[in-house]
């Protein structure tokens, strides 16, 4: 939707970038408090209620001209948004044997990179028929219908629909965070999380299909199409590397693996001249591969926290992984409009394919800093071989 919202609300990528990063304001935060009321309320209400959020955040976001009208309705979404995996991960820890944790971790992730293909190739080929407007118009109906469908079928525990009403005070639930935070691996972990999604959250969610389209002068929906291999990878990495993670008996080595993968693609991404676009689908692929240890970073939650804490718990990590969009969408953005290196074309700010490689050395930066995280500071903490 990059190059039509821009013309739409007039802005640049600078103010593109502030609208996108709306979403990240909202998510970020939110993390702790939906981590602390999963474990008071459970999924069931919350994840619903949180569906329907987003829906009505979709809805008022493509019903608008105005950039912080706009501005609002992606700050609902991601108030919404927040609740999403934290909710699997609460009843993967209630419904599974923690042995199978990061396996059904990264099964999860792989569905929530399903929903990421849609919205790359098949999104740019719908707004291309319909617009974008009436494209988050149909995501708004569909968010509707899957709210309806998670009040029907999901339910808290394996013996109870609907998780009992809670007993201690709200306030006391701050409790929870304060005895998550003491301890120095829910910090290490989060770093980790932190370095390895910035990437993704900067380039397959927001500059990935501008930069390809000016890397390679196609369209937007071959452009698409091209981002959505990182989904792809993201998919197929994120259980393979849980898969992994337990074969190896070692958390630290799948996180490793990851963080290799991711540096050695970024690297071909932005600094390797004449890739053809052939093997592009490769290297993205391998980008999106190396995502997939993030997921594996919610099974060192899950190994380092009692079943009490690992709502409230991977509410945090989710937040550093979330923090990644929110600082560096918008100041990609700034630094691209601040290269003085675009054009204007029909009222749309196109940059050259350097100002885009000085403004994503970012990606590069963050996996590096990954790979030593996982290798020379975060402990091993696999059950029986910690």
């Given at each position: 939707?990059?190059?039509?919202?821009?013309?739409?609300?007039?802005?640049?990528?600078?103010?593109?970038?502030?609208?996108?990063?709306?979403?990240?304001?909202?998510?970020?935060?939110?993390?702790?408090?939906?981590?602390?009321?999963?474990?008071?309320?459970?999924?069931?209400?919350?994840?619903?209620?949180?569906?329907?959020?987003?829906?009505?955040?979709?809805?008022?976001?493509?019903?608008?001209?105005?950039?912080?009208?706009?501005?609002?309705?992606?700050f609902?979404?991601?108030?919404?948004?927040?609740?999403?995996?934290?909710?699997?991960?609460?009843?993967?820890?209630?419904?599974?044997?923690?042995?199978?944790?990061?396996?059904?971790?990264?099964?999860?992730?792989?569905?929530?990179s399903?929903?990421?293909?849609?919205?790359?190739?098949?999104?740019?080929?719908?707004?291309?028929h319909v617009?974008?407007?009436?494209?988050?118009?149909i995501?708004?109906?569909?968010?509707?219908?899957?709210?309806?469908?998670?009040w029907?079928?999901?339910?808290?525990?394996?013996?109870?629909?609907?998780?009992?009403l809670?007993?201690?005070?709200?306030?006391?639930?701050?409790?929870?965070?304060?005895?998550?935070?003491?301890?120095?691996?829910?910090?290490?972990?989060?770093?980790?999380?932190?370095?390895?999604?910035?990437?993704?959250?900067?380039?397959?969610?927001?500059?990935?299909?501008?930069?390809?389209?000016?890397?390679?002068?196609?369209?937007v929906?071959?452009?698409?199409?091209?981002?959505?291999?990182?989904?792809?990878?993201?998919?197929?990495?994120?259980?393979?590397?849980?898969?992994?993670?337990?074969?190896?008996c070692?958390?630290?080595?799948?996180?490793?693996?990851?963080?290799?993968?991711?540096?050695?693609?970024?690297?071909?991404?932005?600094?390797?001249?004449?890739?053809?676009?052939?093997?592009?689908?490769?290297?993205?692929?391998?980008?999106?591969?190396?995502?997939?240890?993030?997921?594996?970073?919610?099974?060192?939650?899950?190994?380092?926290?009692?079943?009490?804490?690992?709502?409230?718990?991977?509410?945090?990590?989710n937040?550093?992984?979330?923090?990644?969009?929110?600082?560096?969408?918008p100041?990609?953005?700034?630094?691209?409009?601040?290269?003085?290196d675009?054009?204007?074309?029909?009222?749309?700010?196109?940059?050259?394919?350097?100002?885009?490689?000085?403004?994503?050395?970012v990606?590069?930066c963050?996996?590096?800093?990954?790979?030593?995280?996982a290798?020379c500071?975060?402990?091993?903490?696999?059950?029986?071989?910690?």
């Open positions: 939707m990059a190059a039509p919202m821009m013309k739409t609300f007039h802005v640049s990528a600078e103010g593109f970038g502030v609208i996108s990063a709306f979403y990240f304001y909202a998510y970020a935060p939110m993390q702790l408090p939906a981590g602390l009321l999963f474990d008071r309320y459970g999924p069931r209400k919350l994840m619903t209620a949180a569906l329907i959020l987003c829906a009505l955040g979709s809805f008022f976001f493509a019903s608008t001209d105005s950039v912080i009208t706009a501005s609002i309705g992606r609902l979404i991601g108030i919404g948004s927040a609740f999403s995996f934290i909710g699997v991960l609460v009843l993967v820890s209630r419904w599974f044997p923690v042995t199978y944790f990061a396996i059904l971790a990264g099964i999860a992730q792989s569905m929530s399903v929903g990421a293909m849609f919205g790359e190739m098949p999104l740019a080929a719908l707004i291309e617009g974008w407007r009436q494209a988050s118009f995501l708004a109906l569909v968010g509707f219908l899957l709210a309806l469908l998670l029907c079928f999901i339910r808290d525990f394996p013996h109870q629909p609907t998780q009992a809670p007993t201690r005070r709200l306030r006391d639930e701050w409790e929870r965070l304060a005895e998550v935070c003491r301890q120095s691996y829910t910090w290490i972990t989060g770093a980790y999380a932190f370095c390895i999604w910035t990437p993704i959250a900067v380039f397959a969610a927001l500059w990935g299909v501008p930069f390809l389209q000016e890397k390679y002068q196609v369209g929906v071959v452009a698409s199409g091209l981002c959505s291999m990182i989904w792809l990878g993201i998919g197929i990495g994120s259980p393979l590397l849980g898969f992994i993670s337990d074969k190896l070692s958390r630290r080595k799948a996180l490793a693996i990851s963080s290799l993968f991711g540096l050695v693609a970024t690297l071909i991404l932005l600094y390797v001249d004449h890739v053809s676009i052939g093997w592009m689908y490769i290297v993205l692929f391998m980008l999106g591969f190396g995502a997939g240890g993030q997921t594996v970073s919610f099974a060192v939650v899950a190994d380092n926290n009692p079943p009490h804490l690992v709502g409230t718990a991977s509410g945090f990590n937040l550093s992984v979330l923090l990644g969009g929110a600082l560096f969408q100041l990609v953005g700034v630094m691209l409009h601040g290269s003085a675009y054009r204007l074309v029909n009222g749309v700010h196109l940059y050259t394919l350097h100002s885009y490689q000085h403004a994503l050395l990606m590069p963050c996996y590096f800093l990954s790979l030593i995280l290798w500071i975060l402990k091993e903490s696999y059950p029986g071989n910690r």
